[in-house]
Structure formats: structure tokens, C-alpha cells
């Protein structure tokens, strides 16, 4: 059983930077593919970044490239999302999710994700 804890969210002005963390609980952090979905008012959810188990293989979608950065810590059981340049298109729940199986072909398949953190906010103003 993984628990996933998100925390960074906020307010923050278009242009800006903020960075999202998730803390993990349990052991065996390093064996997770980890990723980052998020989910805007009258959409749903999709994927912005994932990260291998050893940190060494990261994936992020079009819309955000070049802007935001997934990384991870295993001696911390942390996984970040460092968002820059920030859009109001972006504002949305933040959520995080660990995958016993990482699918390193498709590794933003929602399905793959055994466990969900709750989700942070983040909202960009115009």
C-alpha cells in the first residue's frame, strides 16, 4: 500500500513558478513509476509528466514541454513537478499517482496507476 501525499499548490500570476511535491509513504519508493495528471473545471483528468523508478527516464506531454520539469528524490519518497512560465490554461487539480508497473511505452496511461494522491491546486491568474 503506497499513500501519497500532494503539497505546493497555490495561487500564483501568469508567467510565474511553482513547484508541486508528493510525498510517498512505504519502502519501496524507487520501484513506483511516478506521474503527475492533473484536471481543469469541466475536463478530464490528463496527463502532464511521468518518471521512471530510478528517475532516469522522464516523459512530459506537448502542451507543457519546455515549461515544466518532473523529478524525483527516492532517498526523500518525494516526486516533484517544477512548473515554469506558467499559463492560466494550466490552473487545475494537481494530482499525483504511482504505478507498480511502469508502462515505459505509454506511461501516461491512467489505467496503469495503482495509487492516487488527492490532489493539490493550483490556479494561474491572468
Known amino acids: 500500500q503506497v499513500q501519497l501525499v500532494e503539497s505546493g499548490g497555490g495561487l500564483v500570476q501568469a508567467g510565474g513558478s511553482l513547484r508541486v511535491s508528493c510525498a510517498a509513504s512505504g519502502r519501496t519508493f524507487s520501484s513506483y513509476g511516478m506521474a503527475w495528471f492533473r484536471q481543469a473545471p469541466g475536463k478530464e483528468r490528463e496527463s502532464v509528466a511521468a518518471v521512471s523508478g530510478s528517475g532516469d527516464i522522464t516523459y512530459v506531454v506537448n502542451s507543457v514541454k519546455g515549461r515544466f520539469t518532473i523529478s524525483r528524490d527516492n532517498s526523500k519518497n518525494t516526486v516533484y513537478l517544477q512548473m515554469n512560465n506558467l499559463k492560466a490554461e494550466d490552473t487545475a487539480i494537481y494530482f499525483c499517482?504511482?504505478?507498480?508497473?511502469?508502462?515505459?511505452?505509454?506511461?501516461?496511461?491512467?489505467?496503469?496507476?495503482?495509487?492516487w494522491g488527492q490532489g493539490t491546486q493550483v490556479t494561474v491568474s491572468s
Open positions: 499517482a504511482a504505478s507498480s508497473a511502469y508502462n515505459y511505452r505509454n506511461p501516461h496511461s491512467q489505467g496503469d496507476y495503482d495509487y
